[in-house]
């Protein structure tokens, strides 16, 4: 009678042993590109620009078709990353001016809990290289919020024009590395005030491949956040003037290049059958910027709008031995969705204080079996602008990305099928009446759920202003 109990002691040891053995806890990579569009890859189905390392990763990993960020610029996008929260819920967001400037006094809230600050708790070791984005003063740089490791930028490339740049949108065109000076951080410091932007995305990658091969005894989170494709756009010597794309296609490839020295270096040192490696963007493709700006494929939109175009991004992940290869995955995920995921992986527990909006999304990753999940939604700034319920989408409140024109309500709100539709063509409202209400009834509970943020909504307008 007895030997229950012991086996099950037994069991529950090896379970604990199980827990907290190394090689159970993967490492995890996640690059982010930033404004890279749903059609800018290859394996999306853009015709031109060569991506063959992401190609290989999504032939030899799972690849999303609808894969959302949870904003549609960058600071409110990347800190729903890194805290598995609507941007409303972290404090990272503000309707007026939805991003944090380089005067800006703001930044991520302390009392938030990252994915490092857990991962960290497991044991990890914890980098990002790359562009932050979440306040740029000493007190808010990413060594307060659980990295050990920063090299990059803390906003975005386009933030510090020189005084002789050449004034209103057409600088942003301007290729003249000299016009431009966001500075280079590491750690807390400023190490060069006018970093040669050509070089960004090469030094970013020599970096992410030197603290893997540092790192690689015990496991590590790695957050690489390039700072391109958005603009200004500067690609190295080697990629520079090669792709039929132009310079928007130049950098694309050299972004593709460095995903491939990653993995690569990954393989060489044992340990891409213990990693995941996630690939996406904080936002669709900046349009109006032209032939500097990228393309969403088949999705209305693109940049600053609540349209798919501007939240939709790619997704891809990579796990040898764990994520089927050349799956292709058509259920929703989010980028919030890798906090759930990368915690539980790690052997993490999400905190319980507060609502966690990221889902665990492995039986997806692991092709296992479904994931439970109600609406997605799209916001911009503090405001609800549509709802995403299966393939239903109703947009409340509709806005073009950049232009001059004022919000739209619809009443009642505008109905698309994305499976039919997936441009957002044909409003479908007045025949589907109780899909609205279906749509209502998820937007009634999750307002119901909304708590304010347990910090005050910091401070995001720049001083100047
Ligand atoms: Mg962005």
Known sequence: MKTIPVLFSLLALAGVIARAAPADRPNVVIIYADDLGWGDLGCYGNPVIRTPNLDRMAAEGMRFTDFYSAAEVCTPSRAALLTGRYPLRNGMCHDQFRV????????LPRDEVTLPELLKGRG????????????????????????????????SNDMMPAPDAPKGRPKFYEENNAYWRTPLIRGTEIVEAQPDQRLLTRRYTEEAVKFIREKKAAPFFLYVAHSFPHVPLFASERFRGKSAAGVYGDVIEELDWSVGEILATLRTEGLDRKTLVVFSSDNGPWL??????????????????????????????WWPGKIPAGSVQREIATTMDLFTTCAKLAGAT????????????????????PVARDAFFYYR?????????????????????????????HE?????HLGEDVSERIDRAKENPAVLARI????????????????QLIETVARAN
Not at 100 to 107: D, Y
Not at 127 to 155: C, S, T
Not at 289 to 316: D, I, Q
Not at 350 to 369: M, Q, Y
């Open 412 to 416: 009642p709100p505008q109905l698309y």
């Open 100 to 107: 944090l400037r380089n005067n800006s006094a703001g930044g």
């Open 440 to 455: 209502n009834e998820a937007v009634a509970r999750h307002r119901a759920d909304l708590k304010p943020a347990p910090s």
């Open 350 to 369: 999400v905190p319980a204080d507060r609502t966690i909006d990221g889902l665990d999304i492995s039986p997806l990753l692991f092709n296992t079996g």
């Open 124 to 155: 990890y070791s914890t980098g990002i290289v790359g562009k932050w984005h979440l306040g740029h003063l000493p007190e808010h740089l990413p060594a307060h919020h659980g990295f050990d490791a920063y090299f990059g930028m803390p906003y």
């Open 381 to 409: 700034g503090a405001t609800l602008y549509a709802a995403r319920l299966g393939h239903w989408k109703a947009h409340y409140i509709t806005r073009s990305a950049y232009g001059p024109d004022q919000p739209v309500k």
């Open 288 to 317: 109006i910027f032209n032939h500097h700006g990228g393309s969403a494929g088949p999705l209305r939109e693109g940049k600053g709008s609540t349209w798919e175009g501007g939240m939709r991004v790619p997704g891809l992940a």
